[in-house]
């Protein structure tokens, strides 16, 4: 096979076969992609931006900054300290404001919902009822939608409360962390706000003390974490329903040669739900039959395709990097775009072909596409026009090629409360079995690979960090584009077990899980938080977050979404590895954010470039977890596990033993 846009130097080798077979075509040959854009330019990347120090704060500069160097502060004399946290301060509110807004659009469709203004309903109601009592919201004797609507109205006002009071989410962290965020002063409070007071706070001339920035920059990402983000995935799983354990398939492969093949790309699933709903109708079927094709397939690509793959079990065709590979197939009829994550370059790609790409929101139009306003309160309505755009393409499609062997039996939709069910069984859902497991040591620990693709890096990452991950016995968890790569991988299926080390395959065989859990969206990392609260409060694991033998990787972070996570996880108390971020130009800021955020929170950065050294780090982490925690000796182990039989009662481990995961020997 020729491997046209292999042996690129600035770019890593690319290594997934689906790709490599469609820029094989002929059809896909005068596809320029992010691959040969790399390649192309010629130049690498600006040694000051890459490393925090070029500082476009105000018009005084731009200053480029040597730390170390007086001549080389900034006119203004902010040092390289400065400029680097403010930078990577502003990364963390660009990304915080990215889930907000996110967020917002799905707390008023939720709001929109109970006042039956959408074609979607209240489902999971057992969860409405736990949030609303969070909330203080009266639950007795009152109907859902009321209670939806008091609930959507009270989440709404978080965004833009002007009082001093911490979120209400934050009531859900172990109170250890809680105490901890107090004691700091960084509990946030209305989201919007810690946005704005982290882009006043970067202004030139306000914050220039590190620290200080990095409390704002806490705060600012834990609006995000235990504020947006988790109100967007808990209210949206109330909307259409929590996500429950099913079979998928993921890859290019799913596209189908004699189906209307319209992708949903972006994050907002209010669009792809109603998507989904539409290309059900009988009017738009019957269109699609009378324009030759057998229906609609849809397909998710990067962050909605997960929300859609959670709830719905509808397929993944592609993660970030593998965009325009989609459209290289030149089987797509239309590509529906909304925000985040979609590059420029797809209008291009598709104009090699009969595609559209179909913008739908407001905030995020480009050149050369088409756009067909979303409106959420006539939703059926604009979906139905998407579609029937889609379909008056499939008859101008022409020479495509579909990779389709390429493509991945995969199981999803591990929410927290799955994990709950999954491992405690039905009649006793509870985090003990896992905390058991973990404290026997048949679980090392916990690891959550999530985050981006990046072309920079090869694409492989993800795969060899899970796959050391399992051999040495850690459970994987996954959001994100990095879920998408796994299951590419083929890591979420149960056989998988076969990869994992001796003790953990035990556990996946008994329980039928794959040792790598899909547990969502991006946004859906607050669901991890929430995991690892409970596992906090299951008890025998320590009293905070950053107790657990537990870690956290985006290896191949790209967007400014993934470092706003990698600072709420390290604030929550979880320690965190990237390959790379902006902050090497400056000594003490950088020293600060790889170590000395120990102190603060009990957790901090760390970074690794090689995927193999990730994984040993994280492993290393996680074994000086379980050392701190006393399970590591085999002497107190046995002694542990007597005390631990008697605290539980008896049957309590025969019971967990019958749900699958046997209790320790
Ligand atoms: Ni997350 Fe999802 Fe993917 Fe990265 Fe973009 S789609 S929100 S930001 S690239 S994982
Ligand atoms: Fe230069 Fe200071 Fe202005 Fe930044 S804020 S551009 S360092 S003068």
């Not at 400065?82 to 660009?94: F, Q």
């Not at 469709?109 to 969070?134: C, N, R, S, Y």
């Not at 990237?578 to 954010?593: D, E, H, R, V």
Request: net charge negative; charged share 25%; proline share 3%.
């Amino acid at each position: 096979m020729a491997v046209i846009r292999n042996g690129c130097e600035s770019c890593a080798d690319i290594t997934c076969k689906s790709t490599l077979e469609v820029l094989s075509q002929d059809i896909a040959k005068n596809v320029n992609t992010a691959y040969d854009r790399v390649r192309s330019r010629g130049m690498s990347a600006c040694l000051f931006g890459s490393s925090g120090t070029c500082c476009r704060n105000c018009n005084m500069g731009p200053c480029q900054i040597i730390d170390g160097v007086e001549e080389m502060i900034g006119i203004c004399g902010a040092t390289a300290d400065t400029v680097a946290a403010r930078n990577l301060a502003r990364i963390i509110a660009a990304g915080s404001a990215s889930h907000t807004d996110h967020a917002r659009e799905m707390v008023k469709g939720f709001i929109a919902t109970a006042k039956g203004q959408t074609a979607h309903k209240i489902q999971d109601v057992e969860k409405l009822h736990k949030l609303a009592t969070l909330f203080g919201i009266e639950i007795e004797d009152r109907d859902k939608n009321e209670i939806a609507l008091e609930l959507g109205e009270k989440a709404l006002a978080e965004f833009g409360s002007q009082d001093d009071e911490p979120i209400t989410m934050l009531k859900r962290a172990p109170a250890k962390r809680q105490a901890l965020w107090k004691k700091l002063g960084i509990e946030p409070r209305g989201i919007d706000r810690e946005v704005t007071e982290m882009m006043h706070r970067t202004h030139m001339g306000v914050d220039q003390e590190y620290h200080n920035l990095m409390l704002q920059g806490s705060r600012c990402a834990l609006s995000d974490g235990w504020g947006s983000s988790m109100l967007s995935t808990e209210l949206t799983d109330i909307m259409f329903g929590t996500p429950v354990p099913r079979r998928a398939i993921v890859d290019l492969g799913v596209l189908k040669s004699d189906m209307v093949n319209v992708t949903v790309h972006g994050h907002e699933p209010l669009l792809a739900e109603s998507l989904c709903i539409a290309a059900q109708e009988p009017d738009i079927l019957e269109l699609a039959k009378k324009a030759g094709a057998k229906g609609i397939n849809l397909a998710g690509v990067c962050c909605t395709g997960n929300e859609i793959l959670m709830r719905r079990g509808i397929p993944v065709a592609a993660g970030f990097i593998q965009q325009e590979m989609a459209l290289a197939t030149g089987a797509i009829e239309a590509m529906v775009v909304d925000v985040q994550c979609v590059m420029q370059s797809v209008a291009q790609v598709a104009k090699n072909f009969h595609t559209d790409i179909i913008t739908t929101n407001y905030r995020a139009k480009m050149p050369d596409a088409v756009h067909i306003q979303f409106e959420e309160h006539d939703a059926m309505n604009s979906a139905k026009a998407i579609l029937t755009k889609a379909i008056g393409n499939y008859k101008k499609r022409g020479k495509f090629f579909i990779p389709e062997k390429t493509k991945s039996d995969v199981v999803v939709g591990f929410s927290h409360e799955t994990i709950n069910y999954m491992l405690g069984g039905r009649f006793r859902a509870s985090y003990r079995p896992l905390n058991d497991n973990i404290i026997n040591g048949r679980i090392r620990g916990v690891g959550a690979i999530v985050g981006c693709d990046n072309y920079k890096y090869t694409d492989e990452s993800h795969e060899i960090i899970a796959r050391e991950l399992i051999k040495n016995n850690i459970l994987v968890l996954a959001t994100g584009c990095a879920a998408t790569s796994l299951g590419k991988a083929g890591l979420m299926r149960p056989e998988a077990a076969e990869f994992c080390g001796e003790s953990l395959r035990e556990v996946c065989e008994t329980v039928g899980m794959p040792p790598v859990l899909h547990m969502g969206s991006c946004v859906d990392n607050s669901r991890i938080l929430i995991a690892a609260t409970e596992m906090v409060r299951e008890g025998g694991l320590g009293d905070d977050i950053s107790d657990l033998p537990a870690i956290g990787t985006a290896p191949l972070y790209m967007s400014e979404k993934a470092v706003a996570i990698g600072q709420y996880f390290v604030a929550s108390g979880a320690q965190v590895v990237f390959q790379s971020l902006p902050i090497t130009g400056s000594k003490a800021f950088n020293q600060y954010m790889t170590d000395g955020m120990m102190e603060t929170y009990g957790a901090h950065w760390n970074i690794a470039e090689d995927p193999k050294e990730i994984a040993r780090i994280m492993i290393e982490k996680i074994e000086q977890k379980r050392d701190a925690l006393g399970i590591n000796k085999k002497a107190e182990r046995v002694l542990f596990d007597m005390e631990m039989r008697r605290d539980l009662g008896s049957g309590a481990l025969s019971d967990v033993g019958c749900h699958g995961v046997a209790g320790p020997r």
